[in-house]
Structure formats: structure tokens, C-alpha cells
């Protein structure tokens, strides 16, 4: 099946640190891919749609000069939260659709990565 | 007004037996798909199974159905034959529009978390 590759899984910086998380597609093209955040016990709230090519797309209220995404390829697209502070600790987990299949696909999502901002 | 509405924070269900996970949606597009994930306690989103606004019949896939009332806007998930591995956050979630129309945006409901006693 699809596999969508996250990393790093977790990681403890300090604030004011800008963090890179890479979400690989291993064994499919994807031409879009998806940025979410999501809190201790709640659900997952789109940040962003990362397009191949192309600028991100960001969803109201997610600050674009503070989660740059670049979607280089059509197997990666990395988020990176510049100059991180105690408040953007979250789990972020992206998804990607397999480039070319039908709409009742569904996202094929990363393991996640849980951020601390010490 | 909430796109996709999960009534159940919680649910308990004796190993063994059935349970049904709510989820009612809103759209007024006639083109839609409603989706369920699993999410357990490590954090990875699992995709369970699929229905289309078109689709005639209730999906299913394996333990799992849909029980799909679209007069009613609800899509509710059966799990028949709960197994303690069953014990994970619930998620319904509804991507609205064609292929033509969309980028494939979900809209995720706020989760039920299920816990299977033994």
C-alpha cells in the first residue's frame, strides 16, 4: 500500500530554533500533500496544501512567513516553523494523494511529528 | 456551522460486540466522500474505509461498514466484533467537490475516542 514517510517523529528544541519536518511519498507521486496540526485530544486542523510546483496554499488564520512549506518534488514536501516558540508545540502530521487515482482515494498520512519548544 | 459533527467524545463497547460511531456532515455540494480513520494512542492516521455521495450501496471492509443515510446526512461506522485493538481515536471526515473542483481538502469531525473492555 501507500506509504507516506515523516520525519523526524519528535523533536525538542529550544525557542527561537527554526525546525525542518519532511513528509516523503516512498512509493507514489503526489502532486499535493497536506500540512495539519493537531492538539492533545483534538483533531486535526488543516495548515496548508503544498502543491508540486507551485505555492502553498494556506488555510485562514496560519501565518505563511512562519510555516514555510516547499514542495519540490512530487514525492517531498517539507514544512519548516521559523524561529519556533512554546506556543507552536503540536503534533504535525501530513497526508499526500497519490497523483492520478480517483477521488475516493483516500490521504495517506505520515506517523507525525510531536514538536516541544522548550 | 460545523461541517462534520462526531456527538461522541467517548465510547465504551464490551470485547466481542458492536459498536456504532456517530457521524452526521453538512454540505450542499452533491458530490462529496466521507471518510474514517483510526488514530491510536502512537499518533498514525489510519484510513478504515470510504463512501461516496453516489455510491448506492454502504461500504464495508472487513470488521468494518458504513451506514450511510444520505437523506439524513449521517455516516456512521460500525465495527462489528470489537477486539481490544479496536481502542483508538475515531475520526469521520468529508472531502466536498469533484476532481475537477477541489484539491481533495478533508474536513475532519472532532474524533470519538472508543475503548474496548475485555
Known amino acids: 500500500g501507500a506509504v507516506v514517510s515523516q520525519h523526524p517523529s519528535r523533536v525538542i528544541c529550544k525557542s527561537g530554533t527554526s525546525v525542518k519536518i519532511e513528509c516523503r511519498s516512498l512509493d507514489f507521486q503526489a502532486t499535493t500533500m497536506f500540512w495539519y496540526r493537531q492538539f492533545p485530544k483534538q483533531s486535526l486542523m488543516l495548515m496548508a496544501t503544498s502543491n508540486e510546483g507551485s505555492k502553498a496554499t494556506y488555510e485562514q488564520g496560519v501565518e505563511k512567513d512562519k510555516f514555510l512549506i516547499n514542495h519540490a518534488s512530487l514525492t517531498l514536501s517539507t514544512l519548516t516553523v521559523t524561529s519556533a516558540h512554546p506556543e507552536d508545540s503540536s503534533f504535525y502530521i501530513c497526508s499526500a494523494r497519490e497523483w492520478g487515482r480517483g477521488t475516493n482515494q483516500p490521504q495517506h498520512f505520515g506517523d507525525g511529528t510531536r514538536l516541544s519548544i522548550l | 456551522a460545523q461541517k462534520i459533527t462526531q456527538t461522541q467524545p467517548g465510547m465504551f463497547v464490551q470485547e466481542k460486540e458492536a459498536v456504532t460511531l456517530d457521524c452526521t456532515y453538512d454540505?450542499?455540494?452533491?458530490?462529496?466522500?466521507l471518510f474514517w480513520y483510526k488514530q491510536p494512542s502512537s499518533g498514525e492516521m489510519i484510513f478504515l474505509i470510504y463512501?461516496?455521495?453516489?455510491?448506492?450501496q454502504n461500504a464495508t471492509e472487513g470488521r468494518y461498514s458504513l451506514n450511510f443515510q444520505k437523506a439524513r446526512k449521517s455516516a456512521n461506522l460500525v465495527i462489528s466484533a470489537s477486539q481490544l485493538g479496536d481502542s483508538a481515536m475515531y475520526f469521520c471526515?468529508?472531502?466536498?467537490?469533484?476532481?475537477?473542483?477541489?484539491?481533495?481538502?478533508?474536513?475532519f469531525g472532532k474524533g470519538t475516542l472508543l475503548t474496548v473492555n475485555p
Open positions: 454540505t450542499s455540494d452533491p458530490s462529496y466522500g
Open positions: 471526515a468529508m472531502r466536498e467537490g469533484d476532481s475537477g473542483g477541489s484539491n481533495y481538502k478533508l474536513t
Open positions: 463512501q461516496g455521495s453516489y455510491d448506492q
